[in-house]
Nanobody, 117 residues
Framework: QVQLVESGGGLVQPGGSLRLSCAASGNSFDRNIMYWYRQVPGNQREYVALISSDGVPNYIDSVKGRFTISRDNAKSTVYLQMNNLKTDDTAVYYC???????????WGQGTQVTVSS
């Protein structure tokens, strides 16, 4: 069983930056593909970015050039650096791990990001 704990959310003005962290435990972190999703109340959860077990990133178009996903396998942690934040980025951000050995999906509890002046 993989446990995920997100941190780093908060209130920021448009154009500002935040860095989200997601610490994992319960398996060998380097076999996980790690994801960030986000969800606005009343909407479906939306994929934002992923990073493969060997560090290859992928992003949705709306965050390309503004967000950077990274991982530190020694710390079992994935990060989402968010720059030039926009009001449309306001959401609860969730971390997900896909264990490529067990094919299990695991989710964190979410962290609120609010972009407002």
């Amino acid at each position: 069983q993989v446990q995920l704990v997100e941190s780093g959310g908060g209130l920021v003005q448009p154009g500002g930056s935040l860095r989200l962290s997601c610490a994992a435990s319960g398996n060998s972190f380097d076999r996980n593909i790690m994801y960030w999703y986000r969800q606005v109340p009343g909407n479906q959860r939306e994929y934002v970015a992923l990073i493969s077990s060997d560090g290859v990133p992928n992003y949705i178009d709306s965050v390309k050039g503004r967000f950077t996903i990274s991982r530190d396998n020694a710390k079992s942690t994935v990060y989402l650096q968010m720059n030039n934040l926009k009001t449309d980025d306001t959401a609860v951000y969730y971390c997900k791990a896909w264990d490529t050995w067990s094919n299990g999906d695991y989710w964190g509890q979410g962290t609120q990001v609010t972009v407002s002046s």
